[in-house]
Structures are given as C-alpha cells and as structure tokens.
C-alpha cells in the first residue's frame, strides 16, 4: 500500500517536471501555421460547441424577420465580419486565413447553430481563436441585426448581399441646406 503510494507520487512528480521542462526549453510550437492534433482538435471543437450551447440556453431571440434588420445587420456584417469571414462574393483576406483556427465561411456554419447561439457568439467572441467579442463596443440591439443577418446567408448570392450593403441613391438623401447669405 505504502509502495502505491510513493510509487504514484514518484510519476505524479516526474509528469510535472517533464512537462515543465517541454514548457522552458520551447519544444512546444507556438506557429499558428501548426496544425493541432486530431486529439486537440477534437477536444477544442467538442468544448466550443458544448460550452456555447450551454452559456446561450437562457436567451430568448426577438423577431428576427424584419427586413429592416436584417439590412442594418447586412451593413455591419460588411463592415465588422467580411474581413475574417469573407461573404457572398467577397474572399477571406489574408487575415482570416492565416488565423489558427481559420475564420470560417460562415454561410457553411450558421445553420448548426440557433440565432440565441449566434448572437452570444458574436457578442462574447470565442477565447483561444481570432473571433473577438463585439460586445466591447456594441449594443445588444446591433449584434441581434447581425444575427438577423446571419440567419439568411446561406441562401444569399453575391448580387443580393451588394444591394442589401449598397450605399442609398444620392436623389434620396436629404439636401444639404442653403449656405447663410
Ligand atoms: C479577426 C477575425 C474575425 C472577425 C473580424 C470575425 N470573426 Fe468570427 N470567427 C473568427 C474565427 C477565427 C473563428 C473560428 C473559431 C473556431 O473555429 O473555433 C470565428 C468563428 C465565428 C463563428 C462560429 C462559427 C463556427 O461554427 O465555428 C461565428 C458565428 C462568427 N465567427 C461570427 C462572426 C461575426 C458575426 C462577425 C462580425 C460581427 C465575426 N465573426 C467577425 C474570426 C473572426
């Protein structure tokens, strides 16, 4: 019994010297441009899934149907997503490729998630990967227009998403005012 013991504390020790050793002498490969292992792989995949589901199960979505938002959600989505995401017609830039996890296509990835899991997505970001909180800087009201946006990409061609993000017709802006005399 005592054996056990000493014999268990002995390999507990040297589990944690080895992996102090592979931590200070740099073996470990910080390279985005390295691939995880299946097994890391797996683990992050399986914990991001569980763990978003889990954090959004209490949120309830509003009416996501309205025309008016899914343009709003349409302008912030070019200005704040198509970067790393790319879009209907728009490629990923360089940044979203070279990131570790790569920034999805997301027209490939929204239908596995319910609206209330998008927007805590998008609003609290996804620590240990490029997807940042937009939370930080926008109001709840912003992030479900973009949510409401999601929901039809996966259906949306390139000319529908550049009249939903086109600027409006100058003839419809109102006129500017006469200068004072
Ligand atoms: C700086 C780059 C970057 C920007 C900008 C960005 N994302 Fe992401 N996003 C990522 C990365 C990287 C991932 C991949 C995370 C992963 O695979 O675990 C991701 C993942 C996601 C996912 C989950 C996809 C999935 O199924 O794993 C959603 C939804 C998402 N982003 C929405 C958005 C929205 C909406 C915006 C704009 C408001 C946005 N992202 C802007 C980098 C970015």
């Given at each position: 019994?005592?054996?056990?013991?000493?014999?268990?504390?002995?390999?507990?020790?040297?589990?944690?010297?080895?992996?102090?050793?592979?931590?200070?002498?740099?073996?470990?490969?910080?390279?985005?441009?390295?691939?995880?292992?299946?097994?890391?792989?797996?683990?992050?995949?399986?914990?991001?899934?569980?763990?978003?589901?889990?954090?959004?199960?209490?949120?309830?979505?509003?009416?996501?149907?309205?025309?008016?938002?899914?343009e709003?959600?349409a302008?912030?989505?070019?200005?704040?997503?198509?970067?790393?995401?790319?879009?209907?017609?728009?490629?990923?830039?360089?940044?979203?490729?070279?990131?570790?996890?790569?920034?999805?296509?997301?027209?490939?990835?929204?239908?596995?998630?319910?609206?209330?899991?998008?927007?805590?997505?998008?609003?609290?970001?996804?620590?240990?990967?490029?997807?940042?909180?937009?939370?930080?800087?926008?109001?709840?009201?912003?992030?479900?227009?973009?949510?409401?946006?999601?929901?039809?990409?996966?259906?949306?061609?390139?000319?529908e998403f550049?009249a939903l993000t086109?600027?409006?017709?100058?003839?419809?802006?109102?006129?500017?005012?006469?200068?004072?005399?």
């Open positions: 019994m005592r054996q056990t013991a000493v014999g268990l504390a002995v390999i507990g020790v040297l589990l944690i010297a080895g992996m102090l050793l592979y931590i200070y002498t740099g073996r470990f490969n910080v390279a985005a441009t390295q691939e995880h292992s299946d097994l890391t792989e797996w683990i992050l995949e399986t914990t991001k899934d569980a763990s978003v589901r889990y954090h959004a199960r209490d949120i309830a979505a509003p009416d996501l149907d309205d025309s008016a938002l899914v709003e959600g302008e912030h989505f070019l200005e704040d997503c198509v970067l790393c995401h790319g879009g209907p017609g728009v490629e990923r830039s360089t940044i979203g490729r070279g990131l570790n996890p790569p920034a999805p296509d997301l027209a490939d990835e929204v239908g596995e998630w319910r609206p209330a899991e998008l927007f805590w997505i998008t609003r609290h970001g996804l620590r240990m990967t490029g997807m940042p909180a937009f939370g930080v800087a926008e109001p709840d009201a912003e992030i479900w227009a973009v949510t409401a946006f999601l929901r039809r990409l996966p259906t949306l061609t390139a000319e550049q086109a600027p409006p017709p100058a003839d419809s802006l109102p006129a500017a005012p006469e200068p004072e005399p």
